[in-house]
């Protein structure tokens, strides 16, 4: 017989409620602690986090900027590089697309995006992540590193939420985007946009086209990843990914985003190290000049200032065009000049060292050894001498400097030392000589393998530079005019007279004597008797007490008459300086680089206040400016005028810009030492001073000939490429007239007057005498 199914029993309604009730008191729980995982989190049970302080100035790190008078940044110092900038100037199209990219959601949300967490959490981050661009923020600036552990990492998140939420307090939207592009690392020592943008495009950010734009804003992912300079094709992909989400919420049309797809990425690399770039040797005084000025003017609470964090603007003299042009002549110039001294070194078994011996050699390249930072960190690691010296004749691997781009080699440091030793070294500096500003200066041929700088440290025998001193004093002293005769034959000052041990008799280069000639045909070509007899008529310490007012060192000068030849040594930087005050009507303004430094917010810590000094009358200085115009006009400087060089063996190529062809006024005077060891020009227009200087690293480099050693070969090209540069950009405003004339002029000046019945009259041109 079948038993009959059992009915189901009935749920009784009070578990049901039971379990409700279960439930809600678990979620209750969930929730509170969570509450509670955050209120401990927010209260620093789980670690410290930022006060107000830091939450209120979070930009750390900021590079110290140099700034030129034409308010370009032509340097920084820093630890990270990295140069705020504001919100309005960062392009719409950059901004649109980090919201597009990073965080659609940004005006909407309080610095958590609720949407964006509950689906990542959801599909466990497979759709995207959640970070907003605000926790992002706060990861940048209060996160050290991620966390190792999945633990301390929920942790780790939860801070940057709390951090996020303050931010959004305490800063606006436009606010946490301008820290957010200021802060990323883009690589490459570009830290924030502003230095992303010039080291990759070489522009502002403001000049960011929209594809070097999304480029930029795809590297938020990974800039490691994503690195133009490593994976440019992967980088492209990624940057088009950027143009695709600018495209799905309506920045850019999807025609728009097909052509900018198709673009190629364009970079043109910046580097934006202290060994590239622009005025690299300035750039290194500078820094000279800010960590000795920060030891003598302390912050307000007494600490120093940090040159690399603190974000200071240091405002120099430097015009960023004029020192592109100075650099660009000492470039072409000198890889010309390169080549003939090269040639003459084909046969010459010293190489590059002339008239010296075996000895006199290897002193010179074991001096420089010792003078090595290979061996000076050697030293460091407490390695003996013999040790060091046997790894100097060592063969290893090392990058070498050449004018067509630096050469990777194998070959021993000693023969590096000699290789390096084989170019010629050039130094420029030009100022305006009414204001002592400085506007550039090229302290060498290459800063990254010749760090010594010839501009202010260096210091050379001057040749023939120094004579218009000595000239000047004789105008200054005994009124005399540049028309005035002098007999150009052999001239002896006595032993005994100035202290001197034996006779003086200096002799004229090429051996010319005979007749009467005025000063300025004297000057134009640098004849040494008429010099001798000057400087004994005015005495050496008239003409050392000239030069001193001018900003010479005159400490190790002695006063003897050979100085009038230019045996003394002296820098670039005193010749400038000395030669702008015949240039400026006789007054003396000492050289000025800074203008002025202001701390990150624009107050001002330091502003310059120009040293004059009244050295001569204006009468003196323009009369002898009168007689260095004869040195372009038809002395050893004309070549700067039609084509009276033509057949040089330097000047017939035409690399070095010849003819320069000026019409206009032009004083100056070239010089050449003893073995054509040195070669300088020194040239003025009205407002412009430049001073070129070129040589070896040692003495005992040169030419074999003065038809290649001169100084209107070595250094006078670099003077003519510079201001045919500077005369060709009508925005920097170079003079063209006349030096100013005193209105009470007493020492004649046109000897025209001279010419009449002087029976030397033909050996003279007419340029001397009218």
Known sequence: M??????????????????????????????LLIILFFLFASWGVFGSLPDETSLENPEKNLATEIISSDGKTIGKFYKENRTPVPFDSLPDHLVNALIATEDARFYDHSGIDGRGTIRAVAFLGTRGGASTITQQLAKLFFTDQRASNKLERVVQKVKEWIIATRLERRYTKEEI??????????????????????????????????????????????SSLFNPNRRPEMVRERRNVVLSQMEKYDYISEKVMDSLQALPLGIKFTPQGHDEGSATYFREYARNFMEDWIKEHPKPDGSEYNIYQDGLKVYVTIDSKMQEYAEAAVKKHMAHLQEAFDEQNKKNKTAPFRDISEEE???????AMRKSDRWREMKKEGKDEAEIIKSFKKKVPMRVFSWKGDIDTVMTPMDSIRYHKSFLQAAMMSMTPQTGEVKAWVGGIDYKHYKYDMVKKGRRQIGSTFKPFVYATAIDQMHMSPCDTLPNTIYTIPAGKYGLQQPWTPKNSGGSYGGMVNLKYALANSINTITARLIDRVGPEPVIDLVKKMGVDTENMPAVPSIALGTPDVSVYEMVGAYSTFANEGVYVEPIMIQRIEDKNGTVLYQNVPKTKDVISNETAYVTVSLMEGVTQSGSGARLRGTWAVNSPIYKNAVTGYPYDFKNPIAGKTGTTQNNSDGWFMGMVPNLVTGVWVGGDDRAIHFGSTAYGQGATMALPIWGIYMKSCYADKDLDVST????????????????????GNPDVEKIPDEFGI
């Open 737 to 756: 007239g006349n030096f100013k004339r005193p209105a009470n002029l007493s020492i004649e000046t046109d000897c025209s007057k001279w010419r009449e």
């Open 177 to 222: 985007i301008t820290m957010y592009f200021n802060e990323y690392d883009f690589l490459n020592q570009a830290v924030g946009i502003e230095s992303a943008a010039h080291i990759y495009f070489d522009k502002p950010p403001a000049q960011l086209t929209t594809a070097e734009a999304a480029m930029l804003v795809g590297m938020f992912k990974n």
């Open 361 to 367: 050699t290897a002193s010179i390249l074991n001096s």
């Open 2 to 31: 079948a038993t009959k199914k059992a009915a189901p029993k009935k749920k009784n309604q009070n578990d049901v409620s039971r379990h409700i009730k279960t439930f809600w008191k678990i979620f209750a729980g969930f929730i």
